[in-house]
């Protein structure tokens, strides 16, 4: 009997924590989403001409109430950048996010494994000269060449992440060489291109919000629309995937089936986010270790809240990047790469000393 008691007011006491720790998460979440709103509103009121709160949320609610000039500047040129830079931060940040739990490897990311820049070699040839790697496609032909491109990196760190005695600094070293190989070839498209087209690929390369287009917008969250779903309904999957390979197997996960569906979607989320916006470094590295620090592996929170902290970084990174020069738009590729690069070196650092 005295058992029993025991027993109870340990099951009791277990799912007592479980309820804290859950409501601990959901609060996380809230909070962040608070913080993405309040950070989209000041994205789309600050620059030169300053808009308040109450004008904001009454041009995006009721935008026949407003001046017209208030309704054009929040319409046609603020909310499409402050968007777009929610939407492919959360993409981002999704994709790392879900390389990091296949590969087993905190520093694996569409741009540390040569994915992104991948992407930007195929975005080039549509820009600086107009190829199309998919036939029959002359709408599309930048986000389409991406996803081809991204799709064959992704082949490749796959092929490469399925043989044995690969080690996960071997896929990172790996991608870092694709990187470096990837970016040769973006040189030599510059070469060969006019001035005119190497200006376009420059300024596109260098990550900005300034192109961003309501159709752009479209394409990344079709994106999104795509690649949630799946890792929702696979959430589960993903995480027995952090025991291990040879334990998730035993649970039923059909584990090289599962890693490559992932690495199409990422390949997919990279893409668009590239085609749409340029280069933007890091996202996919920092936002997933935020998100892995504060509510932990388990998929039902750590990719809404990863999703999250990409988007607000972006955002916030949005909202520097006019801050820097008034009256112009810093690149925002610049702007992460500062942020993340000494971030890479802390988790670099931090790497070795458990090493040791």
Request: aromatic share 8%; net charge positive; charged share 10%.
């Amino acid at each position: 009997m005295h058992a029993d008691s025991s027993l109870g007011r340990s099951q009791a006491g277990g799912r007592h924590t479980y309820g804290r720790r859950v409501h601990f998460k959901v609060g996380v979440v809230l909070a962040l989403l608070a913080a993405l709103c309040l950070s989209l509103v000041a994205d789309i009121g600050y620059g030169p001409t300053q808009l308040s709160l109450t004008e904001v949320l009454q041009a995006i609610l009721s935008p026949n109430s407003v001046e017209r000039t208030v309704r054009v500047v929040v319409w046609d040129m603020r909310l499409p950048m402050a968007l777009m830079a929610v939407l492919c931060g959360a993409a981002l940040a999704l994709a790392g996010a879900q390389m990091q739990t296949i590969l087993d490897n905190p520093m694996a990311s569409p741009f540390t494994l040569g994915i992104s820049a991948a992407a930007s070699f195929g975005a080039s040839l549509g820009i600086a000269a107009g190829i199309s790697l998919v036939p029959f496609v002359t709408a599309q032909v930048v986000p389409a060449n991406a996803f081809v491109m991204a799709m064959l990196s992704a082949g490749v760190i796959h092929l490469l992440s399925v043989r044995r005695h690969v080690t996960r600094e071997t896929i990172i070293l790996f991608g870092l060489a694709m990187v470096f190989i990837f970016n040769a070839l973006l040189a030599i498209v510059q070469f060969f291109s006019s001035d005119q087209a190497v200006a376009a690929v420059v300024f596109w390369s260098l990550g900005s919000l300034t192109k961003s287009t309501w159709p752009k917008l479209g394409i990344v969250l079709l994106s999104l629309a795509i690649a949630v779903p799946f890792f929702a309904c696979h959430a589960w999957k993903l995480t027995a995937l952090r025991l291990g390979d040879q334990r998730a197997a035993s649970l039923g996960v059909k584990v090289a089936r599962l890693r490559l569906y992932v690495l199409v979607m990422v390949s997919l989320l990279a893409a668009c986010s590239v085609a749409a916006i340029g280069t933007i470094g890091f996202i996919g590295l920092i936002a997933p270790h935020l998100a892995r620090l504060t509510v932990g592996e388990d998929q039902r929170f750590f990719m809404p809240v990863a999703m999250l902290c990409g988007g607000l970084i972006l955002s916030l990174s949005s909202l520097l990047s006019r801050m820097i020069l008034p009256g112009a738009i810093f690149p925002i590729g610049v702007i992460t790469t500062l942020i993340g690069i000494p971030f890479f070196i802390a988790l670099i650092m931090d790497r070795k000393r458990q090493a040791w």
